[in-house]
Nanobody, 124 residues
Framework: QVQLVESGGGLVQAGGSLRLSCAAS????????MGWFRRAPGKEREFVAA????????VYVDSVKGRCTISRDNAKNMVYLQMNNLKPEDTAVYYC?????????????????WGQGTQVTVSS
């Protein structure tokens, strides 16, 4: 059973940056794709970014392309989401998720395990 713990959220002004981290334990981390999702108040959970097991392939939702970068360190069992030029519409709870396979996916059912989330609030 894998456990995921997110950190790095907080309150930031529009235009600022945050780096979210996700620590994984209890599973062969390096074999699986990892993803970040978010849920804004009153909205459905939304895909943000994902990365393949080896870090070679990344995918992003259009609204964060050019502003966010997903990365992973398999030696440390960590995945990161660097977010720059943050906007108020980025305000959400951000969730880390571990995939069922090695290929990154935009869809929630392709992820087997979820963290508890970390709050990101962007003020205007």
């Amino acid at each position: 059973q894998v456990q995921l713990v997110e950190s790095g959220g907080g309150l930031v002004q529009a235009g600022g940056s945050l780096r979210l981290s996700c620590a994984a334990s209890g599973r062969t981390f390096s074999s699986y794709a990892m993803g970040w999702f978010r849920r804004a108040p009153g909205k459905e959970r939304e895909f943000v970014a994902a990365i393949s097991w080896n870090g070679f392939t990344t995918v992003y939702v259009d609204s964060v392309k050019g502003r966010c970068t997903i990365s992973r360190d398999n030696a440390k069992n960590m995945v990161y989401l660097q977010m720059n030029n943050l906007k108020p519409e980025d305000t959400a709870v951000y969730y880390c998720a571990a995939g069922r396979g090695g290929t990154p996916s935009r869809t929630s059912p392709e992820y087997a395990t979820w963290g508890q989330g970390t709050q990101v609030t962007v003020s205007s």
